[in-house]
């Protein structure tokens, strides 16, 4: 039985106390902004997030690791990173990772690999580690996001929304 997109992030967003949401990518890489996109969209609808939960939004860009001091100041109960990733299936794809099931996967074009970076925020913050890869069509220098990743980035920004915020702002 498949789930859907919002039944996964639900679950694994089990009570959230302190959200943090981390967006990765590089604006200057075509669909490897998607990440970035998502963040600056919920940053956007900070103010309607459901007030019992704490939530804020860091901008990781091509370096996240420079954001883990950050994140760990802000004591999340649960970490959410969006981020492109190469898991060769089709343009647009939404796949929600553990931090341990992305080895072998290859994310967008920053240094430190995601597993290493949330194995540090986790020992740290203890914090539920959410990642929700988005398989890019184009990683070319100076290219413009596609459809498929602007609705891609659309779906996730709605389904987070529709998690984190109280009834009223849907």
Same mark, same amino acid.
């Given at each position: 039985?498949?789930?859907?997109? @919002?039944?996964?992030? =639900? ?7 302190? #959200?943090? $949401?981390?967006?990765?990518?590089? +604006? ?9 996109l998502v963040?600056?969209?919920?940053? @956007?609808?900070?103010? =309607? ?7 804020? #939004?860091? $901008?990781g860009g091509?370096?996240? +690791? ?70 890019p069509k ?33």
């Open positions: 039985l498949k789930m859907n997109l @919002k039944q996964v992030i =639900k679950k694994k967003l089990n009570n959230p106390a302190a #959200v943090a $949401l981390l967006g990765v990518g590089s +604006e200057l890489r075509g669909d490897d902004v998607a990440g970035m963040a600056e969209t919920l940053q @956007k609808s900070a103010s =309607k997030i459901n007030k019992r939960i704490k939530f804020k #939004v860091f $901008l091509t370096a996240p +690791e420079n954001f883990t001091g950050g994140i760990r100041e802000f004591k999340p109960t649960h970490l959410i990173i969006v981020d492109s990733a190469e898991t060769g299936k089709r343009a647009g794809t939404i796949t929600v990772f553990d931090p341990e099931e992305t080895v072998g996967i290859s994310f967008s074009t920053h240094s430190l690999p995601l597993k290493v970076m949330s194995d540090y925020l986790r020992s740290d913050t203890n914090c539920v580690i959410i990642i929700i890869g988005i398989q184009t990683i070319k220098f100076g290219q413009l996001p596609t459809r498929e990743i602007r609705q891609a980035v659309e779906r996730v920004s709605q389904v987070l929304k529709e998690i984190l915020c109280c009834k009223s702002c849907h």
